[in-house]
């Protein structure tokens, strides 16, 4: 059982199962969480996906995270009352966050955002995050790996991922794990004071495993 995590599992309903298989494919990526580990300079970590009483300490970690990073966020993350809505009424089959634990403190954190329907509805895509004193550990490059097991899981075909043109490090541990750059468009959006930065789409194709094969269609 994965206790709290199972509750905010729903239905995806666009994979080509009955309503218990697609419960069960996220509850069985699921399973495995919370997943300990060692970061590159041994550092240990706890890796689990988002829960009811992170929000404070989602707070506090998005506001250490340098504001040019987090571009993508399109709400104002000044609003604790955000981050409860996040933890305490998650959607797992729609955003899935996966946070990295350093003791009690977040250290990263990575989603699978995955689209209910249209013709993007194989494309999953992914949105990362490190805390700046963590960096060159690999935080993001396990975060990362963790989810794109959950995508193959899930069925998924392809993964995406938007980053500004600044983020040197995530573009490069991105490529690390297999992403090309699909798109680079120089001073392409605005940040919060309207300062302009690239706008880079990196993606990669997810090889299938045969007893997910067909389920992304």
Not at 172 to 179: C, I, M, S, T
Request: proline content about 4%; charged content about 25%.
């Amino acid at each position: 059982m994965i206790g709290n995590y199972a509750l905010a599992v729903g239905v995806i309903p666009w994979l080509a199962v009955g309503q218990k298989g697609q419960t069960m494919l996220l509850e069985d990526a699921l399973e495995k969480y919370p997943l300990e580990t060692k970061l590159r300079d041994g550092t240990p970590v706890t890796v689990r996906p988002v829960a009811r009483r992170d929000d404070t300490k989602l707070h506090k970690f998005f506001l250490m995270v340098p504001e040019e990073e987090r571009l993508f966020i399109k709400q104002p993350i000044t609003d604790q009352t955000l981050f409860k809505q996040w933890c305490r009424q998650p959607d797992f089959e729609r955003n899935l966050p996966l946070l990295m634990l350093h003791g009690k403190k977040i250290i990263g954190e990575a989603t699978l955002h995955q689209r209910g329907g249209g013709w993007k509805r194989h494309i999953g895509l992914i949105t990362l995050l490190t805390h700046p004193e963590y960096r060159g550990r690999d935080v993001s490059k396990v975060l990362v790996t963790e989810l794109i097991h959950i995508a193959k899981h899930c069925g998924l075909r392809r993964l995406e991922a938007e980053i500004n043109g600044e983020r040197k490090i995530a573009l490069a541990v991105l490529a690390q794990l297999g992403f090309n750059k699909l798109m680079h468009l120089h001073d392409y959006v605005l940040d919060m004071k309207a300062t302009t930065h690239d706008y880079v789409l990196m993606g990669r194709s997810l090889k299938q495993e045969e007893e997910y094969a067909g389920l992304g269609g």
